[in-house]
């Protein structure tokens, strides 16, 4: 799930990720047909031209100007560059999107290197100065100033992304595809199968990546080092309104604050997969083996949730998979419903060529990204998904996702070019997924698809929260660790001759999970999952987990719900549209407490709605876990 826009973030030339948000790795880039403005007054920055406005705030604010209408006009066609290589992937598309990223990438080295110089200026208005330190950062990947380097950065990331798209897995020997094999490790229950299905896609995927990655890694650093940081992932950590340090800082806070909660629900599964697998395939102790949990990557575990259901209160009472299923929804219908939930919050409708130009389905007779993305190719109106979507709970909840990207990428379409982006990119994930935690029974109801009379009763209150926490709290730590991996990648801490074994020692140390085979240095499996070769940076996605239920909470403040807050919903309330209208519409205009503040009335990120929403099931977890070895 992510999002993909050609500006949704000068950190993501056209694209940016998820579930989210393949995105590009780069800045917005520049018309190679028309040339941009020139820039050539005032002493020049190594490699990045001379500046042509003087070194004054009103040269400055000169400065803004230009690059912003310069990269408005280039990310209109690029962006149409990315999305016809994601959703038809050749040798020329992936030329096509190798050339445009190429640009973006020259350009976006060049105008960070001078607006670390206008940034100096003294006597600089707020709005200049903001402006010119997003545009400083703003790279995901920043090429060096040696001839050719941003060519080569290019090329590697094209293919990284194209070596994703095209990956293939095998079940009882038949070659499948990447979204065949992602749907059957969370049906299967025969542990060899999933081993097979497993195994082929980490061997077939991730190992051919390696050297390109390695090599990207050593290009990259040298251009954030030319930028004025210590290396890329510093690059990274410097886009939240605070330091870096103050960002690993808060990033630990939160995984403090929500570790307990983790801990008994990898307790408790362990111990029920144990129950149906024996010792042989799970010990009841120590690390749980990753294949078993429904997910390709143990991301999210609410696949397995027949597995670890408690009897009695584990059964909700319906599935919502059946319930599509036997409604005869089609993939186009569930975006459909999912539309409606933001329209019935006072949202405008997504306009026709969304549906003209979405892939909502993957199409017949050509390669694919199938990760699911929401795309805005003009920055204005042209919001389009793609996605492969099946029929089934997950791709609903996805769909809710990923307008969320939409209808946020509208919301500001009017700020200038540099604020055409979330209050952080956590922000963006987390918009779509707290409007997807309203996906509660009571919806379904209103929307036709659960008769009333199936509604669960109180006493289901356990099983629904449990079917929630097996995505939503399983998450966290591998929300966590993907950018820990590559913030090690990056300072060098983690060596190339350490890549795999950092991988899966993270895993281990944060999940509490293994592989089911051997894997060594002869393996690259971070690259088995999409947002390392797509160069997503993930930590957006941890923040999302956090910040979406502190905008439920408040969401279902305003909606007067007096409930559980688990059974909310607030759908149809025009009160909470208008104020999540509010907080969309400012962009990335002010600092992220500010927006924060807007919504929640909070300028702090906090994991106590979380562990509030899941309260009830933490202390029957512990009661389930009494005298057993929970660890690893």
Known sequence: ???????????????????????????????????????????????????????????????????????????????????VNATHITDDTDALAAYFGTIGTEKGVQYAKQAAQYARVPGLDPDTARKLNIL????????????????????ITTRLQSTYGKGRATHNGKVITGDDAEELMGTLRKPEELK???????NNVGRPMRADYTRMVEIANQGAKELGYDDTGAMWRSQYDMSPEEFSAMYDRLWAETKPLYDQ??????????????????????????????????QEWGNIYDVVAPKGAGNIGYDLTDLLV??????????????????????????????????????????????????????????????????????????????????????YNDQPFIYLNGANDGFHEAIGDFVALSVTPDYLVQIGLLDRSKVPSADKDVGLLLRQAMDKVAFLPFGLLVDKWRWGVFDGSTTPAQYNAAWHGLKQQ????????TRTE?????????????????????????????????????????????????????????????????GASKPWPDALQAFTGSREMTAKPMLEYFAPLQAWLQEQNRGKQCGW
């Not at 190594?46 to 100007?65: N, S, W």
């Open 510 to 517: 944060y999940q509490g999970i293994v592989p089911p085979v």
């Open 1 to 83: 799930m992510k999002l993909v826009a050609a500006s949704v973030s000068l950190m993501a030339l056209a694209t940016a990720g998820c579930t989210t948000t393949a995105p590009p790795t780069t800045v917005a880039v520049v018309d190679p047909v028309a040339p941009p403005p020139q820039i050539n007054t005032g002493p020049a920055l190594p490699g990045a031209g001379e500046l042509t406005h003087p070194l004054t705030p009103e040269g400055a604010r000169q400065f803004v100007a230009a690059v912003e209408a310069d990269l408005l006009e280039l990310s209109n066609i690029s962006s149409r560059a990315q999305w």
């Open 265 to 298: 629900l990898h307790c408790y599964t362990r111990t029920k997969l144990n129950q149906k697998y024996g010792n042989a395939v799970q010990p009841a102790t120590g690390p749980i083996r990753a294949d078993l949990l429904g997910n390709m990557w143990a």
């Open 326 to 411: 036997k409604k005869k929804v089609t993939p186009t219908e569930m975006v459909k419903i999912g539309e409606r939930f933001y329209t019935s919050l006072g949202f405008a409708p997504l306009p026709q060529t969304f549906w003209q130009r979405s892939q909502i389905t993957r199409p017949e007779g050509r390669e694919v990204v199938c990760h699911a993305s929401a795309w805005d190719l003009d920055n204005k109106d042209d919001l389009r998904i793609k996605m492969c979507t099946k029929v089934n709970a997950d791709d609903f909840v996805t769909i809710h996702h990923e307008l969320g990207h939409n209808f946020y990428q509208r919301a």
């Open 196 to 202: 097979e299905v497993w195994t082929s896609w980490h």
């Open 136 to 155: 400083r950062g703003a790279l995901v990947l920043a090429a060096p100033s040696t001839p050719g380097a941003a060519a080569q950065l290019n090329d």
């Open 522 to 586: 002869a393996d690259f499996d971070p690259g088995a999952k999409y947002h390392i070769p797509a160069n997503t940076p993930y930590a957006r996605y941890f923040l999302a987990r956090i910040l979406q239920f502190q905008f439920y909470k408040s969401a279902c403040e305003m909606s007067g719900w007096k409930g559980p807050l688990h059974r909310c919903s607030f759908y149809g309330n025009k009160e909470v549209g208008a104020r999540l209208n509010q907080m969309l519409a400012m």
